[in-house]
């Protein structure tokens, strides 16, 4: 598999770049990565997912339920990133909390290679757990700050494997140190002496820890300085060279889910309305949601976004979550169609 890293200053080092994104993060890359063909068995399959949460309503107190996710489908590819897309409050994060059984699916399933990880109970889920990781976009507040740096990336080791003998333990946290470009010397530090995008790099070590084959990224790098954000996206993408990794990225920067991303799906209000290649989304976009994602969007060059047109989008006709069906308009590429209220 092969994908562009994002340039690469003179001075940085070629695999964790560090240079800042181009002007604009939204700006047009020279290739796009190409869906890859599908396996037999996909790694993750997730088929009618949904999610309510009993809240609160205002009328009289009563209890109302609130579908955050109303049924999403998609599957994942092993080597292959799908972007999650959509405005904030559109249900990413709940699809992923979900998928990781952090918070159990209302219906639907989640097949991690066959296996219906919604029918699993915690224990039988532990062995899976390390399958399958999750990175969140706030470095600050994932790290335990009573822990170095070190013990909190050797805990799922220590959780997973028990005891080891200390000399085996510390080889394989400096082997992961190494590996997200962290010196070993810093292992004994606490989370407070640390940058964001270092943070970043020890959530991501810690993840790796257990050798997964998947990884959830909610927002990874939305919390980081646009200049630590391409040094994150590169070491993502070597891991995935070098692994095989296959990752749920969920971002709203579209122009980071183009460069990065094989297929794309974009979600509204609990729902994917629109799911395609990266070529599909951008450059033919069928959802009037998906447009007006799209033209919101900064272009690089000033000459093209002043001659833009802006599209907005006023919401479907029949209100949502009416009954509609994902309709294949081209190989892969599928939009949710309304079905028309009589
Ligand atoms: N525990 C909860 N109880 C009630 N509503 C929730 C809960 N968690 C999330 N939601 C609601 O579900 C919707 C989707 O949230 P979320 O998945 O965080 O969206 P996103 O990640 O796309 O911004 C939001 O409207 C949010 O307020
Ligand atoms: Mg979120």
Not at 205 to 232: G, H, K
Not at 292 to 300: G, H, I, P, V
């Amino acid at each position: 598999m092969t994908h562009d890293p994002l340039p690469a200053t003179a001075t940085g080092n070629p695999a964790i770049a560090h240079d800042p994104l181009p002007a604009t993060a939204t700006g047009n890359p020279a290739t796009t990565r190409s869906p890859l063909p599908p396996a037999r068995q996909p790694l993750l399959q997730v088929e009618g997912l949904s999610k309510e949460y009993s809240v609160n309503s205002p009328w009289f107190g009563r209890r109302g339920v609130f579908t955050a996710v109303g049924g999403v489908s998609f599957s994942l590819e092993k080597g292959e990133t799908l972007g999650l897309v959509g405005e904030s409050g559109s249900g990413k994060s709940t699809v992923a909390r979900c998928l990781m059984q952090l918070e159990r699916p209302s219906g639907g399933r989640v097949l991690l290679e066959g296996r219906d990880l919604t029918e699993l109970s915690q224990r039988e889920l532990r062995p899976l757990r390390k399958v399958m990781q999750i990175i969140f976009q706030d470095p600050y507040s994932a790290l335990n700050p009573r822990m170095t740096a070190g013990r909190f990336v050797a805990d799922p080791i220590l959780i997973h494997e028990g005891r080891q003998p200390r000399q085996a333990l510390e080889q394989r946290v400096r082997a992961l140190f190494a590996k997200v470009g962290l010196d070993s010397s810093h292992i004994g530090r606490y989370p407070h002496e640390f940058s964001g995008g270092q943070r970043q790099r020890i959530c991501i070590a810690r993840a790796l820890a257990l050798s997964p084959r998947l990884i959830v990224a909610d927002e990874p790098i939305t919390a980081l300085d646009v200049s630590i954000q391409a040094q994150i996206i590169n070491l993502l993408q070597q891991l995935q060279d070098e692994q095989g990794l296959s990752y749920l990225f969920i971002s709203h920067d579209l122009g980071m889910v183009r460069h990065i991303c094989h297929r794309v799906a974009v979600m509204l209000r609990g729902l994917i309305v629109e799911t395609g290649s990266v070529e599909d989304i951008f450059n033919d976009p069928r959802h009037p949601y998906t447009q007006a994602l799209l033209s919101a969007t900064l272009e690089a060059d000033p000459a093209l976004e002043r001659g833009k047109k802006r599209v907005f989008y006023t919401g479907s006709p029949t209100g949502w979550q009416t009954a509609g069906y994902m309709k294949e308009v081209s190989a892969g590429h599928f939009v949710r169609e309304e079905t028309p209220v009589p």
